[in-house]
């Protein structure tokens, strides 16, 4: 499989490898989400993170030391903080009904995918 990351040092590298990452795990656990509700015959705007998908959560979590995931958990932290000021930056912009319709979007929607 061809590295498709840019060059620019290790740092650089390992950067790219998390923010590509991220956005994996935020198109594929909304996917996962809707494909669940599908199956179940469930509206996928009530959904939360549940079952197995958790439990792989956690299965990867504990390959991690106490120390390692502190460091994760802050910067998850920062960055789901991060992306949510900038979504009230870009649903400040809309026009006074899109702002109202953005706003009826409950937190496990892409909008606000975990991020409290």
């Not at 840019?6 to 990452?21: E, L, S, T």
């Amino acid at each position: 499989m061809a590295d498709f990351y840019p060059v620019g040092g290790d740092q650089a590298r390992i950067r790219w490898i998390i923010i590509d990452a991220l956005r994996r795990y935020g198109t594929d656990s909304g996917r996962i989400g809707h494909a669940f509700a599908e199956l179940h015959r469930l509206q996928a705007t009530g959904l939360a993170f549940f079952g197995s998908l958790g439990d792989r959560a956690h299965a990867v979590l504990d390959g991690f030391t106490d120390e390692e995931l502190r460091f994760i958990a802050r910067f998850i932290t920062a960055m789901a903080d991060s992306t949510r000021q900038y979504v009230r930056e870009l649903e400040g912009r809309l026009p006074r009904q899109a702002r109202a319709n953005a706003a009826m979007l409950p937190a496990s929607s892409p909008r606000g995918a975990g991020s409290g």
